[in-house]
């Protein structure tokens, strides 16, 4: 099952953007109202604008939080999305971090293992440690925990061939796992 499509942080940044405009819309009517209808600054409406300003705020930082990050491939997506059993499938993962935010362009989960798949071998070698520490504090097994960077289709194929293997087994440990990395996303 896919839980976090191909062009998720596509979407947020429409989403975020879209909604940032609006704010900015009804706070810029409300201000220029008062100042119509009163004839100064010094009213209610700029009160009220003054309080809507953190609707903005809040928009226009999620929006610069996802503009950094680009989706992954979208071939890669698709040969992930044609597995064969029992998964959950989250593309372009970002989790945040004190360390930093780590981006990893697909995460398949099964219900006996992880796997954190990136285009970068620095991001893996950079947040390696720092995931594996989270997951084994949430009770997920050292050997379950699978970094892979991929450069290549066919370095995608051939994993997808390793997962399907392990997707054929299921059991209620997906359903965990899938909430336990659904918990570390932003």
Known sequence: MIVQGCHYIEEQKKK???HTLIWTAIVAVLFGSGLFLVGKRENYFTVIAGVLVLGIALNLSRYIGFR???DGKEVSAKILEGMKGSYDLFHSAIIP???GT???EHIVVTSRSMYFISESSEMIKKYRL???NKLASKGIPMKSIHFVHVDNEVQIKNLAIKIEKDACYT???LGEYTKVINDLLM
């Open 16 to 18: 975020y953007l879209k």
């Open 68 to 70: 950094k990050f680009k």
């Open 97 to 99: 971090d004190a360390r």
């Open 102 to 104: 780590a981006f990893f």
């Open 130 to 132: 720092c995931l594996e």
């Open 171 to 173: 059991n209620e440990k």
